[in-house]
């Protein structure tokens, strides 16, 4: 008895040879039909015995492609057709595709065996790919997902590709950046405008050129990467002279897990990411005896590593490296170099040599960074292997949303029914070159998602560039406090439905009552929130200048525990008696010295009182070194209990860190103390605002988080006190994730009819 389904698939099925692997279960099933890329995803229509179509359903949850994510697969029975035959449609353009683009994903183990074959005809062609691996984001220029709308579109194939790109039972069916190296794209190395060597002779020079102590810089699969023996110090010195990169750690790419285990502690978690087919960094506990350089990553306890995810990596690695350095094809801050010419005009001074290749990059896109924690990885940077895979929300978005983000470690985001598309890691918004990026990659991301957005969403900072361009936009907008989307990003993340408390610490976000926050317990859903407990707030003399100077964080902090004596009280500092009156008279009069209640800005005056850094060349550089001198050390806070909320006393905390100092303890334990102490305020200010509330779930969100020690005391509090814990594991704690909180917050506004006309945003 024969019976006839329609079925319709959705989620990520473009691009991941979901077509004919639903072709090759159709032959194997017996059954009729066709499928085809329509409108609302993959299309079927099979028809055979009843058994084998269910089984044929089945094996489509069962079996699919790697790279292809399902969100839905709804099936109807309809009339029969006596079909014959089953046969693979072409894809229906100007269809509005609500299917999803996959990220650009590792090269896969088949096609590596192929590269690594003498007899294959791909044997170490540096573009092998198939349906299950390669590049699909950074190359595709619009819909549908076809070989022409990708920059492989000016690759004619030859007969023997075309032959596999015709061949449902072929790897590389419809793999639209198939190649060989007859027909594809191919490496070649120039060195001060000359055509040095070509293909393999190319790779063989690059290799020389390592080796000898230059820096290259490697077109990759989403941008430059620049890459340096990671064991010669004058090398390494000489990169961080050339970028401008002058303390901020440097990442390896390591030949295999074998090679890793030189470097770092490796555990199953930190196993698992590196080998994913999403390759992102993992930070991970640095061995302290491993011999590399010094330069590679000062004042660290842990490093960065990723494996191989292109051809390229591999064929390059294959010339006898352990390790290189890989770092970001770019000036510091700027975005990551993409095409030849600016590799050519940009990184000319940076690097000794360009291995450079005519696959073009239509859209940039950096490494993803996690930090492997005992919780499982923790999301720093969201980029390559992610992007543009969606986060769901819980509930549909009233309206096509798009979403400015933060300021800095940048990322927006547009959203449609329930899901969210967060873009890719796009850098600090502080200059031109980075706003042209966040304008480029939300071009980009609207054309391949068709989505045109109704209402805009940014930060309600007055000084941030992505606000101000919001500003600049005749479209309705929303403006969101700074840490009620990171404690809505949470929550959206998690799908939860009630409020939680969230403690959201971090650097710096601008406040309602126009202080600086960063050190809060918040209480709230996307809706609304309420502000329970704060640091109790002192000056940042200088305002962002006190980022970069943890000394005056220091001056502010022991001012306001000391009083007019502080000048005298305590000696820390190198400057000088002139220098800091100026400074005391800065904070008297509140000259550019806004109030700011930020966590991050305590870690640094902390730092800076033991002696690890008077000023810093990246934010959050002196807490990281005050992380890294504590590490291994977990000791019991002790922080007297207090009666009330609002803003909490952080005194007890900076008198210890004094009376140990004078009493000549060792930095390392003032700091693990300091971890400790800081973790148990935390922890009962929650204690205290639980019997308020009667919440038990807390969120942890915010830059701090980042730091796994305090992370780890924190949570081992909360958990001691049966607290019910989240945080991120999707999106980053720090400002990569702010996008995704401030789609949730309008969502939510707009669903409850909060915001009639939208530019003032309502303050709980
Ligand atoms: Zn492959
Ligand atoms: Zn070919
Ligand atoms: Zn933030």
Redo the contacts with the bound molecule.
């Keep these: 008895m024969n019976a006839r389904y329609h079925i319709n698939i959705n989620g990520i099925v473009q691009g991941v040879g979901f077509r004919p692997f639903v072709y090759r279960l159709a032959q194997e099933e017996g059954v009729s039909g066709w499928v085809n890329n329509g409108a609302q995803g993959v299309q079927i229509e099979v028809e055979g015995p009843q058994t084998n179509l269910n089984r044929f359903l089945a094996r489509i949850a069962q079996e699919k492609p790697t790279l292809a994510q399902i969100d839905t697969v709804q099936h109807e029975v309809i009339p029969c057709v006596d079909s014959s035959g089953f046969r693979i449609q072409a894809s229906s353009a100007g269809e509005k595709a609500q299917t999803l683009i996959s990220p650009d994903m590792a090269v896969c183990t088949d096609c590596l065996k192929d590269m690594r074959d003498p007899q294959n005809r791909r044997f170490q062609y540096p573009f092998t790919n198939c349906t299950n691996c390669g590049p699909r984001f950074t190359i595709i220029q619009g819909l549908p997902y076809d070989r022409p709308s990708t920059t492989m579109g000016q690759f004619e194939?030859?007969?023997?590709?075309?032959r596999e790109y015709e061949d449902p039972n072929d790897r590389r069916f419809h793999a639209q950046p198939?190649?060989?190296?007859?027909?594809?794209p191919h490496i070649w190395l120039e060195i001060k405008g000359q055509r040095i060597g070509e293909r393999q002779a190319a790779l063989f020079e690059a290799a020389q050129l390592i080796r000898n102590g230059n820096i290259l810089a490697l077109r990759g699969l989403g941008g430059f990467h620049l890459a340096v023996d990671p064991f010669n110090e004058k090398a390494i010195a000489c990169l961080r002279r050339r970028k401008h990169r002058l303390e901020k750690p440097f990442a390896l790419m390591i030949k295999d897990l074998q090679a890793a285990e030189a470097f770092v502690d490796l555990d199953a978690h930190s196993k698992t990411l590196l080998c994913d087919s999403r390759r992102p960094i993992v930070l991970m506990p640095r061995r302290a005896e491993s011999k590399l350089a010094q330069g590679l990553a000062p004042g660290q306890s842990r490093l960065g590593l990723m494996l191989p995810y292109t051809p390229l990596h591999y064929l390059l690695m294959d010339q006898g490296f352990d390790a290189l350095v890989m770092t970001s094809g770019n000036l510091s801050d700027e975005p990551i170099a993409a095409s030849n010419e600016e590799a050519r005009e940009r990184l000319a001074a940076l690097a000794d040599g360009l291995l450079l290749h005519n696959r073009d990059i239509h859209m940039r896109c950096d490494d993803s960074v996690f930090l492997s924690t005992e919780r499982g990885p923790l999301p720093i940077r969201r980029a390559r292997g992610y992007v543009p895979q969606p986060i769901c929300l819980s509930e549909p978005v009233p309206l096509p949303l798009f979403a400015c983000g933060g300021q800095y470690k940048a990322a927006h985001a547009l959203a449609r029914g329930n899901q969210v598309f967060l873009s890719q890691h796009l850098g600090d918004l502080e200059h031109l070159e980075t706003l042209d990026f966040f304008q480029e990659s939300k071009k980009h991301l609207q054309q391949t998602l068709e989505i045109e957005p109704e209402v805009l969403i940014c930060d309600m900072h007055p000084d941030y560039l992505s606000s101000k361009w919001a500003r600049s936009q005749p479209m309705p907008r929303i403006e969101v406090q700074h840490h009620h989307a990171h404690l809505a990003a949470l929550h959206a993340e998690h799908q939860l439905k009630d409020p939680i408390l969230c403690l959201t610490l971090d650097g710096s976000g601008y406040g309602p009552d126009r202080t600086i926050w960063g050190g809060e317990l918040l209480y709230g859903n996307p809706l609304e929130y309420k502000r329970l407990a704060w640091l109790e707030p002192v000056p940042m003399p200088g305002a962002a200048q006190a980022i970069y100077h943890p000394a005056r964080m220091a001056c502010a902090y022991l001012r306001a525990l000391l009083g007019p004596d502080w000048l005298t009280a305590v000696r820390f500092t190198s400057m000088n008696e002139m220098q800091l009156q100026t400074l005391d008279q800065m904070m008297q009069s509140g000259l550019n010295s806004p109030l700011t209640s930020s966590c991050g800005r305590l870690f640094d005056a902390v730092a800076a009182l033991i002696g690890l850094h008077e000023s810093v060349t990246f934010e959050g550089q002196a807490a990281m070194a005050l992380e890294a001198l504590a590490s291994g050390m977990e000791n019991q806070g002790r922080y007297p209990e207090q009666e009330g909320l609002g803003p909490l006393r952080w005194h007890p905390l900076i008198e210890a860190v004094l009376e140990k100092r004078a009493n000549g303890v060792s930095g390392r334990k003032i700091s693990a103390d300091f971890h400790a102490d800081l973790a148990q305020l935390w922890c009962s200010a929650c204690i205290q605002v639980r019997q308020q509330t009667q919440c038990n779930q807390v969120g942890l969100s915010g830059g701090v988080f980042q730091n796994s020690l305090f992370s780890r005391l924190l949570i081992r509090e909360l958990l001691q006190n049966h607290f019910e814990i989240y945080w991120h594991q999707k999106v980053p704690p720090n400002d990569g994730g702010l996008a995704l909180g401030q789609i949730a917050v309008a969502s939510s506004l707009l669903r409850n009819g909060r915001v009639p006309c939208v530019s003032q945003y309502p303050v709980a």
């Design positions: 194939m030859c007969a023997a590709c075309r198939i190649a060989c190296p007859a027909c594809g």
